[in-house]
């Protein structure tokens, strides 16, 4: 201790030494010399070196302590995997001593101890390919002190691995492996085997694994990190089919102080291969059940349960699972991330085989709530919370066009008697709902047990008719299209002869008891119930060679958005692949298979390159000519094929203009020609649309109706075009006769008085324009300039108050740009999506001499301003005839929207809404 306590006076006095030099030196520090070198050498090892490693070593720590490890899979030997979002002061901390050694101690021999700071910290930041740049940099001009060009490859080498960039991970890790059998002296031992390890571990090469295990265990000094090593190999001798040598390994976890869930895990496993060598076969869930029994495991019961849940969850039983999840968050009173894991369990439950995506809604909450923000996923699963309307909906057309579609397949005997089973069953349904639902009223409701429990009926959960929350809605936006009617034939007709809607369902409507009414007149609850289910299955059986075309459609739709969602917003590649395979399975001749192929080989790029080269020779074998071969084949295509688009963005604009001016005879030329010209354009459908219409002023209903099916057959999947041709065939159905008796279907005056007209022809919308002229920005001649700088900060200038008055904007930073033909596109999203008495218009107005801003609403929310944004935003690359680069969204209130006049107050808002909302 006295020694100690010497040399840190020595180096107290040296340091005052030292500093009087540096007084006295004043500006010459920047000269090179030995007083300077010494002082920034010190400075730099004890002032900034020491701490910035002590930071990090605190940090890695962290991340150790919430990283959660799954036992069913081979463990991966550093837990330094975490979920990045935001801003870490702690590592920008680091970089910043980092980089005051490279700028300021530029003398002091710690240069590349900073850039190996740099590599480290950008790694646990996620900036994966900056790490391994230092990191490189490191390798290559530090050779000369082994022991940091040594940590430096190991680092790049983890680095890689996170870069799945397997092949050069090899040889970096290679090149370690060499260094390391011919040093003199052994440099970083345990990390450079260790790093290899891991690399074998990805590349399934667990013979070499084992080998690499067993040299790290040796050279290891890190007690803690020694016994993951330990657990690791003997998951890979499991592998490797050496159960007594994988026995062994795992029964020094057990008799070490591992952590609970280590040890833990270590004894099941020992278990099961103490059992397999005795040919005793007891399941796993009987061996988890024992130690339910054993006192030692108290304190982890919600951990067991967890495990049990995990079994019967992979066998498909899901009510079990259930069961044991709840089990587990009532016995969790200290594990967080356990109880954390446990409502992401039930959430994904709920969403994907309960169809239930309010509770999923609830329970993804109280994931995020409970789960430490490091968990690896943890802002994918905040993603699909904030998400879930938009995958629901998609899930919901998919489950309800198959039972469709099942159901058309019976003949009427049988139909009849399966919808007379179901309505039986989706009375009992409605009945235990709604007394949950009274039930629920006396109780907590925020209760864990509400969360889950759905109306459907188990063992048949994926049968739409069965969800009580998907039928709620199908029937609502029924009756609010349809009204009340009767289930009999040609129940869509308007104008039917004897037209006798059920007395009940007028009873109800007009809120008159049907208890007082004749009994003869009567019927009960449950056959009102009844009869309106089967009616609400039975409008949309798709009973014809075109509906059953026009359902799977729907599907196919359906499941290709759902991908493109997993890729672009969740960014959750697994998932994206599986639904894009699905989708190939499901309908292998379907329309989108040069693009599906073309995801798939770039989302297989980081997972298996075997299966992205399955799929892009696939691709350019059979779809050489697509613009997804030739990106692939010249890098160059992308910004070829923005050109060409530009090109046909003017060529539509100039046909739509054709088309405003009533040319429909050069509407339908000029439409052929093109169709022609630029077959597959992804404005293809909508020309076709353009050119049914202009025929629809030249002829009669019949072959009107024809050229709208034919575009359902070219285009089937087109979602901005196809709901608009669904709901003018649905209007065609209900009025055919006064239609039919029309000279030609469309007529000019349908643009005032008849409802199909807007349905079918562009909405004259009030437009707001306001001067778009530069001399509106002049002052007259004889008045002075007004001052109109803006001196307030945004958060002042605009308002956060609610309001019933939303709007969805459309920011086009083009002034001079023709936005008639975007602004069509637009009304024919709103007649597809929203009834006339909603009243959903788009206007325009100018934010100064640059910008014009399509509005859109008005909204009587925000959230059904934002469930707008939603549904629209995937469209507007068809929808917008000018490049992507020139528009951009937002949604403002009234009150906000009226202070936009210039480009000053509109770049005040964008900044005040990213902020705010």
């Known amino acids: 201790m006295k020694y ?113 700071l740099l590599t480290k910290a950008n790694y646990l930041y996620g900036s994966y390919f900056v790490a391994d740049e230092f990191g490189s940099y490191v390798v290559r001009n530090y050779s000369d002190r082994p022991l940091l060009s040594a940590e430096a490859r190991n680092w790049r080498v983890r680095t890689l691995l996170n870069l799945h960039q397997l092949p050069l991970a090899k040889a970096v890790s290679d090149t370690g492996l060499s260094v390391l059998f011919y040093a003199k002296k052994k440099v970083d031992a345990a990390n450079t085997y260790a790093a290899r390890l891991q690399y074998d571990i990805d590349a399934g090469d667990y013979k070499e694994g084992e080998e690499m295990a067993k040299n790290a265990i040796k050279a290891v000094s890190d007690s ?86 995990e079994l019967y969850a992979a066998d498909g039983k899901i009510e079990d699972a259930i069961k044991n999840y709840r089990l587990s968050i009532n016995h969790s009173t200290k594990n967080q991330n356990q109880k954390g894991l446990d409502y992401l369990r039930l959430a994904d439950i709920s969403f994907t085989k309960k169809g239930d995506y309010t509770a999923a809604k609830n329970l993804y909450d109280s994931t995020l709530l409970n789960l430490s923000p490091t968990y690896p996923g943890y802002r994918t699963i905040q993603l699909k919370a904030n998400n879930l309307q938009i995958l629901g909906e998609q899930l919901r057309i998919i489950a309800r066009e198959d039972t469709l579609q099942q159901l058309a397949q019976l003949n009427e005997k049988d139909r009849a008697a399966r919808l007379d089973e179901l309505a039986k069953i989706h009375v009992t349904e409605v009945k235990a709902a709604a007394a949950a639902a009274t039930t629920s009223a006396f109780t907590d409701a925020n209760a864990p047990t509400s969360s889950v429990a759905t109306a459907t009926t188990p063992g048949a959960n994926t049968f739409y008719f069965y969800n009580v929350n998907s039928l709620s809605q199908g029937f609502n936006d029924f009756k609010r299209r349809w009204g009340n009617r009767k289930l009999e034939d040609n129940w869509r007709r308007s104008a039917r002869a004897n037209s006798d809607i059920t007395n009940n369902t ?56 759902i991908a493109n969602f997993y890729r672009d917003v969740l960014q959750d590649h697994k998932e994206a692949i599986t639904t894009y395979e699905t989708l190939l399975k499901r309908f292998p001749d379907g329309t989108e298979k040069p693009a599906i192929y073309y995801n798939l080989y770039r989302l297989y790029s980081d997972i298996d390159q075997a299966k992205s080269d399955y799929y892009k020779d696939l691709l350019l074998k059979n779809y050489a000519e697509t613009p997804f071969a030739k990106v692939i084949l010249d890098p160059d295509y992308g910004r070829k094929m923005n050109d060409k688009d530009a090109e046909f963005n003017a060529l539509y604009n100039q046909v739509y203009d054709l088309y405003a001016h009533k040319q429909y005879t050069d509407v339908i030329d000029r439409t052929n020609q093109l169709l022609q010209q630029f077959p597959g354009n992804k404005l293809a459908a909508q020309l076709a649309y353009l050119k049914a219409m202009a025929a629809g002023h030249q002829e009669k209903l019949l072959p009107f109706r024809m050229d709208l099916y034919n575009i359902l057959n070219d285009y089937p999947n087109d979602p901005l075009i196809v709901p608009l041709i669904n709901e003018h065939l649905t209007y065609i159905d209900a009025n055919q006769a006064e239609l039919a008796s029309r000279p030609v279907v469309l007529v000019d005056n349908d643009l005032y008085d008849s409802p199909f007209a807007q349905s079918l022809v562009i909405t004259k919308t009030p437009v707001v324009v306001q001067a778009p002229p530069a001399a509106a920005k002049q002052p007259a001649a004889n008045q002075p300039a007004k001052v109109t700088a ?98 951009s969204f937002f949604i403002a209130t009234q009150e906000n929207l009226d202070k936009l006049e210039d480009k000053k107050m509109l770049d005040s808002y964008i900044d005040f809404y990213q902020k705010n909302y």
Not at 78 to 102: E, F, P, W
Not at 258 to 277: G, K, P, S, Y
Not at 286 to 297: A, D, G, H, I
Request: hydrophobic share 40%.
């Open 4 to 116: 100690y306590w010497a040399i840190n006076t020595y180096i107290k006095h040296l340091l005052r030494f030292l500093l009087l030099i540096g007084l006295l030196a004043g500006c010459s520090l920047e000269k090179k010399s030995a007083v300077n070198r010494g002082l920034q050498n010190l400075t730099a090892h004890y002032n900034i070196l020491f701490n910035a490693n002590d930071l990090l070593r605190q940090k890695q720590e962290i991340y150790a302590a919430s990283y959660i490890d799954n036992y069913s899979q081979i463990l991966r030997v550093y837990q330094d995997t975490i979920a990045h979002s935001g801003v870490d002061k702690d590592l920008d901390a680091v970089i910043g001593k980092a980089n005051n050694i490279i700028n300021l101690k530029e003398q002091s021999h710690y240069i590349g101890d900073a850039y190996l």
């Open 224 to 309: 803690k990190l020694k016994r993951r090593l330990i657990f690791i190999l003997a998951q890979l001798q499991e592998q490797n089919h050496k159960s007594a040598d994988a026995y062994a390994s795992y029964s020094k976890i057990v008799k070490s102080n591992a952590v609970f869930e280590m040890a833990f895990n270590a004894e099941l496993n020992r278990i099961r291969i103490e059992d397999t060598q005795n040919n005793v076969h007891i399941t796993r869930q009987e061996r988890l059940r024992r130690l339910l029994r054993n006192e030692n495991n108290k304190e982890f019961i919600d951990q067991i349960y967890y495990q049990i849940a």
């Open 506 to 561: 007028q009873n109800i409507t007009n809120q008159v008891d049907p208890s007082v009414l004749p009994k003869k007149d009567q019927k009960s609850n449950d056959d009102i119930i009844a009869a309106t289910y089967k009616q609400m299955i039975v409008q949309d059986l798709p009973l014809t060679p075109q509906n059953i075309a026009a359902s799977n459609a729907r599907v196919y739709t359906a499941y290709f958005n």
């Open 790 to 887: 803006v001196t307030k900060p945004a958060n002042m200038i605009f308002s956060m108050r609610d309001s019933s008055r939303y709007y969805f904007v459309i920011n086009v930073n083009a002034a001079t740009t023709n936005l008639s033909s975007s602004r069509f596109g637009i009304g024919q999203f709103n007649r597809a999506n929203y009834p006339p008495e909603a009243g959903i218009k788009h206007q325009l107005k100018y934010a100064g001499t640059d910008n014009q801003l399509i509005f859109v609403g008005v909204f009587p929310s925000l959230a059904s301003a934002k469930d707008y944004a939603r549904a629209i935003i995937p469209l507007m690359p068809q929808i917008m005839k000018v490049p992507a680069d020139k528009y």
